[in-house]
């Protein structure tokens, strides 16, 4: 099946700094890609969906500006998280799909954790 | 109220119980119904997609009533191994976004 990794797996930062979490897809190429985040016991949440060469599309209440995506080729998309404080500390999850499977089936990348002290 | 709603868990049965998940959507105009099972600090794995005439695989049955829009999954002859939460997922018709449940934590004891 189609394998999408993410790195780094875990991250503790100072509160301030920014940290970029990558995310590929291995054997194929994905058109569009997704960045999700889930606090514990709490389901996964979709924060912005990212299509190879165009802007990422934001769901409501997620800061474009605090977090920045980046899909610059069809294996790689980046996720940015600025000015890291606590509250920002979750599972960070990218899911990718390609056009021939319109969205039915998305490839989850095992997921970064992120720590901001 | 949440788009996908589950029964809050978690469920606490011995090894060989019949398990049976619950799960309401609330936008009638959703196209794709799916469970996933999440291991503890893992990403979610698509366990089955859920169509109108039921489905089964092995142990597991899924139900998806569109008209009450509601979405079950029946585990049969629990495993240790099927310790798990279990999330139902439902696709959006407009822009294929999946929408996750809470999830329902399931933990199978010998």
């Known amino acids: 099946g189609a394998v999408v990794s993410q790195h780094p797996s875990w991250v503790i930062c100072k509160s301030g700094t920014s940290v970029k979490i990558e995310c590929r897809s291995l054997?194929?190429?994905?058109?569009?890609m997704f960045w999700y985040r889930q606090f514990p016991k709490q389901s996964l949440m979709l924060m912005a969906t990212?299509?190879?060469?165009?802007?990422?599309?934001?769901e409501q209440g997620v800061e474009k500006d605090k977090f920045l995506i980046n899909h610059a080729s069809l294996t790689l998309s980046t996720l940015t998280v600025t000015s890291a404080h606590p509250e920002d500390s979750s599972f960070y999850i990218c899911?990718?799909?390609?056009?021939?499977?319109?969205?039915?089936?998305?490839?989850f990348g095992p997921g970064t954790r992120l720590t901001v002290l | 109220r949440k788009e996908v709603e589950q029964d809050p868990g978690p469920f606490n049965v011995p090894e060989g119980a019949t398990v049976a998940f619950n799960c309401t959507y609330s936008?009638?105009?959703?196209?794709?119904f799916f469970w996933y099972r999440q291991d503890c600090r893992k990403e979610p794995k698509l366990l089955m997609s859920?169509?109108?005439s039921g489905n089964e695989d092995g142990r597991f049955t899924a139900q998806l009533n569109r008209a009450s829009q509601y979405i079950s999954l029946l585990i049969r002859d629990s495993k240790l191994s099927d310790s798990a939460t279990y999330l139902c997922?439902?696709?959006?018709?407009?822009?294929?976004?999946?929408?996750f449940g809470q999830g329902t934590e399931l933990s199978v004891k010998p």
């Open positions: 899911s990718a799909a390609t056009s021939a499977s319109s969205y039915n089936e998305q490839f």
């Open positions: 054997d194929f190429q994905a058109t569009t």
């Open positions: 990212s299509n190879e060469g165009s802007k990422a599309t934001y």
């Open positions: 936008n009638s105009a959703s196209q794709s």
């Open positions: 859920v169509y109108s």
């Open positions: 997922v439902v696709k959006r018709s407009q822009g294929g976004k999946l929408i």
